[in-house]
């Protein structure tokens, strides 16, 4: 069975602060996506990376693919509060046609 | 386009009862999956479908059955409700099983 583990499971940091996101697993993917979800909301998507060792940025976030592809990571840059909200990594696992998402990261930004 | 909509919005249902949660997309999207989401926690996949005809179980389908006999439908049974199904579940649906996932706004289900 295919995991995607996250760390850390909660993050309460300061308006301004760094923080740094990581999507683990023991298996190889093909590609992983990260999403955001906002209380009452389903997921939305931020990224896709695709290559081992990818660097993608979106203002002032960075997600970043192992060069193995079994793990990832989504740095923050000068948080702010409209950052907070539960962020998932997902992708579709290998063999199947599942597509399952992480256990997920909650962060709160206080201003 | 709606995009993914679901109904209910929120349900609650007595120990034994049944129901449907209903999911469909005009996006003409092949792959829909089904998910509950526990408090503070990430997505389990209950079932999935790759097009009309075609579902398979996820990683918790215990308790659930599927069925997909159109392209832009695709509902969920809970046979037997028990308190442990309480949760929010969220339809989604995407071009294929590798692509990005797009979202009902989810149905909030209390099981008493």
């Known amino acids: 069975t295919q995991l995607l583990e996250q760390s850390p499971q909660f993050l309460s940091i300061q308006e301004g602060e760094n923080l740094t996101v990581y999507c683990n697993s023991s298996?190889?993917?093909?590609?992983l996506q990260w999403y955001r979800q906002e209380p009452g909301e389903g997921p939305v998507l931020l990224v896709t990376?695709?290559?081992?060792?990818e660097v993608k940025k979106l203002k002032r976030l960075t997600f970043q693919f192992g060069d193995a592809r079994k793990d990832s990571s989504l740095h923050i840059t000068a948080a702010q509060p409209g950052d907070t909200g539960l962020y998932l990594c997902?992708?579709?696992?290998?063999?199947?046609?599942?597509?399952?998402f992480g256990t997920g990261t909650r962060l709160k930004v206080l201003a | 386009n709606a995009g993914v909509t679901q109904t209910p919005k929120f349900q609650v249902l007595k120990t034994g009862q049944s129901m449907t949660l209903q999911c469909a997309q005009d996006?003409?999207?092949?792959?829909m999956s089904w998910y509950r989401q526990d408090p503070g926690m990430g997505l389990r996949l209950i079932h999935y479908?790759?097009?009309?005809?075609?579902?398979d179980q996820g990683e918790v389908p215990n308790g659930y059955n599927v069925s997909r006999s159109t392209t832009e439908d695709f509902p969920l049974r809970l046979l037997s409700a028990a308190p442990s199904q309480t949760s929010v579940y969220f339809c989604?649906?995407?071009?294929?099983?590798?692509?990005?996932?797009?979202f009902g706004p989810g149905t909030r289900l209390t099981v008493l």
């Open positions: 989604a649906s995407s071009r294929t099983s590798i692509d990005e996932q797009f």
């Open positions: 298996s190889v993917f093909s590609s």
């Open positions: 990376v695709v290559t081992g060792g």
């Open positions: 997902a992708g579709p696992t290998s063999g199947t046609y599942k597509y399952i």
């Open positions: 996006m003409n999207h092949e792959y």
């Open positions: 479908s790759v097009g009309a005809g075609i579902t």
